[in-house]
């Protein structure tokens, strides 16, 4: 099951996988994402001395990301730094500070954020996103589990496509995902949404579907986490967690990335019905909005 993108960048690939990696090769993890641009320029010896470990650990841990050895993970390093310094000159990409003014947290937040979807979108595996389409835009029903904050965006989720007519269920409350799994078929789908993949309220729900027969799919950033061992299919985000941007906050941004994807990939595969739907709703709302005419149909707008 593949769930990568190959032009995703070495530092994304590093992140996603941490969790899942020796201790000695997490040592090497560290000294590479805290000076990529340095790891780049030496040799194998010297990225195994500053880790405390061997050469043949550091040539098990590029394996482990998926490159092929030492060499080529240089190159990446290298072609990762040249493009991250094209992106930007500022440097907004370390952590919030407590004596950060409020001018630096807004740069930086809004740095995070923006490469948290940059780089979800690097990574993202487009075949497994069309795999995951067309089961949502076949299926009877779809639930989808979030707890925390995962469950704004199965609620997002859920409320996009209620909008085009298909039939989908968001849940928050442990017993409810669960009995709610318990009654799904082969004829549909569960969305298990947790940023560390280890929620196990999220987990257990969907386990409980796909023992039901219903496809399962996960949302994660880190795909060898526990959901991805019940999901058929693992969709990746790349979002970067630090001390004030805990896992309500970046994370919540890439997930919505795909979200979006996902839903504008549905409606694809139902375009005359989609658009129908979208025109519905948005009439059976309109006459809620301020500005909106008396008989609820929108007023011209010069503006937003």
Known sequence: MSTESTDASPLVKIRSLLPG?????????????????????????????????????????????????????????????????????????GDIGPGDDLRQVV????????????????QLNVETLQQVVELVAGARRVDVYGFGASAFVAFDLQQKLHRIGRTCFAWNDTHIALTSAA?????????????????????????????????????????????????????????????????????????????DCLFIGVAQQHVDSAKTALEATYDAVSGHRLGARPDGRRRRETGK
């Open 21 to 93: 990696l020796a201790r000695a090769e997490q040592r090497v993890a560290k000294v590479v994402l805290d000076n990529p641009a340095t790891v780049a320029h030496r040799s194998i010896t010297e990225v195994a001395e500053a880790a405390g470990t061997s050469e043949t650990t550091v040539t098990r841990f590029c394996k482990a990301i998926g490159v092929g050895g030492y060499p080529e993970l240089r190159i990446a390093l290298a072609a990762d730094t040249a493009r991250t310094a094209a992106r930007t000159d500022r440097d907004l990409g």
């Open 107 to 122: 740069g930086k937040v809004a740095f995070a954020d923006a490469r948290a979807v940059e780089e979800t979108a690097e």
């Open 183 to 259: 009654v799904l078929t082969e004829a549909d789908v569960a969305v298990g949404i947790s940023h560390t993949g280890s929620t196990s309220e999220t987990v257990e729900a969907l386990r409980v579907a796909k023992d039901h027969g219903a496809a399962t799919v996960a949302l994660t950033n880190f795909p060898r986490s526990p959901i991805s061992e019940v999901a058929d299919h693992v969709l990746t985000t790349a979002a970067r967690e630090t001390t004030f941007r805990s896992g309500a906050m970046a994370s919540r941004i890439a997930q919505l990335t795909v979200i």
